[in-house]
């Protein structure tokens, strides 16, 4: 029976540093910076958010 | 529109006693402190005004303000909030001592909307009784704001401290730090 070799993983912990540096430059924005943020998010995922309330119409109407 | 908007509107409210003394909570409010997450509403404490206590029950109804917002065009009804401003806003009469303190402690800023915008001013709570007020609603988004606060070293844990103590919370805060594996700093 032979042996498998150890599962080789990359080492990915420059990019768990990088996304915390990330995190905390966000968190480092001003009140005012962040709602901006917030609101440029908000309008970018209504789409999202639309569609997956149609769904979940469709859906009741189904049962 | 936008948040500044909805400030603006609430700001006016309690200019005109419409509604008492008044400060932003819940997930907005965390912005001021820690990284921002989206969030679908804005809530803001507000304190009991006689506007607000109807009859000679004394019951509190939240009628007044959605009066003097249906006067200013302001109807449409998200969630559990009335949209001012493309925000959903929750009116959340205080409901404890502990919210009570918080709304009093409440920290004024100016919030800096940008060079046309101009800013506003506001308040927001002082993240020792977010965390507290998080820690006592207990949902796991709650938990998660109070990780971020407690792992970002935004809340002065003396007064945190404090605060549970004198709120009845060191039992749900002991709990809470077993659960995540971090020691009690109140202990």
Redesign the interface.
């Known amino acids: 029976m032979s042996k498998s070799k150890p599962e080789a993983y990359p080492d990915v912990s420059d990019i768990l540093a990088r996304k915390k540096a990330n995190?905390r430059d966000?968190?480092r924005?001003?009140?005012?910076e962040?709602?901006?943020?917030?609101?440029a998010?908000?309008e970018r995922?209504a789409p999202l958010k639309r569609a997956r309330e149609a769904k979940r119409v469709a859906k009741l109407r189904q049962d | 529109m936008?948040?500044k908007q909805t400030l603006e509107v609430i700001s006016a409210m309690e200019a005109a006693g419409v509604i008492g003394r008044y400060a932003i909570s819940g997930a907005?409010a965390a912005?001021?402190y820690?990284?921002?997450?989206?969030?679908?509403d804005l809530d803001i404490l507000i304190s009991f005004n006689e506007a607000l206590t109807q009859g000679s029950s004394g019951l509190l109804s939240l009628s007044p303000i959605y009066s003097y917002l249906k006067s200013k065009g302001y109807e449409e009804h998200r969630k559990e909030g009335i949209v001012i401003g493309?925000w959903p806003v929750q009116f959340l009469p205080v409901a404890d001592a502990l919210d009570t303190e918080a709304l009093f402690q409440a920290q004024e800023?100016e919030?800096?909307?940008?060079v046309v915008e101009g800013?506003v001013k506001t308040r927001?709570l002082r993240p020792e009784h977010l965390v507290a007020i998080a820690l006592k609603v207990g949902r796991p988004k709650d938990l998660i704001r109070v990780t971020q606060f407690v792992e970002?070293g935004v809340v002065d844990m003396a007064v945190l401290c404090d605060v549970l103590d004198r709120h009845n919370l060191s039992t749900t805060w002991r709990q809470y730090c077993a659960r995540v594996g971090i020691e009690d700093p109140c202990s």
């Open positions: 995190r966000l968190a924005l001003s009140f005012g962040k709602i901006a943020l917030v609101e998010l908000r995922l | 936008g948040m907005v912005f001021n820690v990284e921002a997450a989206v969030t679908q493309g800023i919030v800096k909307f940008g800013t927001v970002e």
